[in-house]
């Protein structure tokens, strides 16, 4: 029998698993953690549950430590566009009813309170909400804001319906958690018809191919390389299934010259009229023509760029994390080759690809089929 080191929960590692929590698509088994509550582990001809409680509690306390709010609070970027996306448009604040999807410490609260909101209601299903009292008390703004603690399909609130929706919902790979499902259960219950708005409202997904050779060198190669007289070659294939193998590598730094050529956007989400079956299928076809001098091609970078319009359109605001644009805490994300694949000038990459959500709602599958030139198609499958 295993357990947690602090020996309250029973666990089960993945060496011991059978089957944990079938994905999508296929026969492709999740491994998020090392090592997941013995009572998740399932046999094939279980019924998945809709909502996982286990998940759920574990993604919201989460949000409950003072170390991701830092990250997010310290991140000059994201606070300084929704700050101006909320202050460059307080016409459309002034005397508004508001409500703050996912409110954390309450910070957009707060600015859409000093933007002029009549009301402010600030939810959040995780025990960050005390924070979040403190915080909107300090700053004099607790005769507007009223934070709610519970999930926002759960929760009632004292209006029928709001003028304004915000909310700092994405995550890495931009839907990785799956907080915008939040934001439109509450822009279909709660906001105003034609007239409502939504910061932000537009959200892009981009994808290039990237040479990654610092990372390769920094994790695979190290093992060709004695330490100390002794001979660590014999790892380096356990180096490539951890490192590189199955598993996105979620806020990563890529630098521009790193992008074989420019990115293009496979996904566009318009707060607006998506639906959550569009955000939790995407497939397409992505043509990209190598423009850079690398020879070799490590696998794929993805980022994402937000857009925040109110009704004066020339006072939006854009929050982008491109590999050229100043980092943000969300950096980029890698999905990496086992091996290295050499591409010569001008070749051009064709993709398939399919990205699912998992039956752990908050995660995906990325799956990707590359055709480089004229050679036979490449086939690999991720998890973030």
């Not at 409680?53 to 430590?65: K, L, M, R, V």
């Not at 700053?139 to 926002?152: A, L, Q, R, S, Y």
């Amino acid at each position: 029998m295993y357990y947690t080191p602090d020996k309250r929960e029973k666990v089960t590692p993945f060496d011991q698993l059978g089957i944990v929590v079938n994905s999508l698509p296929g026969d492709i088994y999740l491994r998020l953690y090392n090592y997941v509550p013995h009572e998740r582990v399932f046999t094939g001809d279980q019924k998945h549950m809709e909502e996982d409680p286990w998940e759920n509690d574990t993604y919201f306390a989460g949000y409950s430590y003072m170390q991701i709010h830092w990250e997010m609070l310290s991140d000059v970027r994201r606070c300084s566009a929704y700050a101006r996306a909320i202050y460059e448009n307080s016409i459309d604040f002034k005397d508004k009813l508001v409500l703050d999807v996912g409110c954390g410490t309450g910070i957009l609260s707060v600015f859409a309170a000093k933007a002029g909101a009549r009301k402010v209601y600030g939810v959040d299903a995780s025990d960050v909400v005390h924070k979040a009292e403190l915080v909107v008390k300090a700053n004099n703004c607790d005769n507007v804001v009223e934070i709610i603690h519970g999930k926002i399909e759960e929760i009632t609130l004292p209006v029928d319906k709001v003028d304004i929706i915000i909310s700092e919902w994405m995550g890495y790979f931009l839907i990785f958690e799956s907080m915008l499902e939040c934001v439109l259960f509450a822009r279909d219950k709660w906001l105003k018809k034609d007239t409502g708005l939504i910061f932000p409202y537009l959200a892009k997904l981009y994808m290039a191919p990237i040479n990654y050779d610092k990372f390769y060198r920094e994790r695979i190669l190290f093992w060709e390389k004695p330490v100390e007289g002794v001979d660590l070659t014999p790892l380096i294939n356990f180096a490539k299934d951890e490192f590189l193998n199955a598993r996105c590598l979620r806020s990563s730094e890529i630098q521009a010259d790193d992008l074989l050529c420019e990115g293009v956007h496979f996904k566009e989400i318009d707060l607006y009229t998506t639906t959550n079956d569009q955000i939790r299928t995407t497939r397409g076809i992505l043509t990209f023509k190598k423009t850079s001098n690398h020879k070799e091609f490590h696998g794929y970078g993805t980022w994402f760029e937000v857009i925040f319009q109110g009704s004066d359109k020339s006072r939006s605001v854009s929050l982008a994390t491109h590999p050229k644009e100043l980092k943000t805490h969300w950096r980029q994300d890698c999905w990496l080759f086992k091996d290295p694949v050499p591409i010569g000038d001008d070749e051009t990459i064709q993709i398939w690809l399919e990205v699912c959500q998992m039956k752990w709602k908050r995660h995906y599958n990325v799956n990707i089929i590359s055709k480089i030139g004229h050679r036979d198609p490449l086939s690999q499958s991720w998890s973030i």
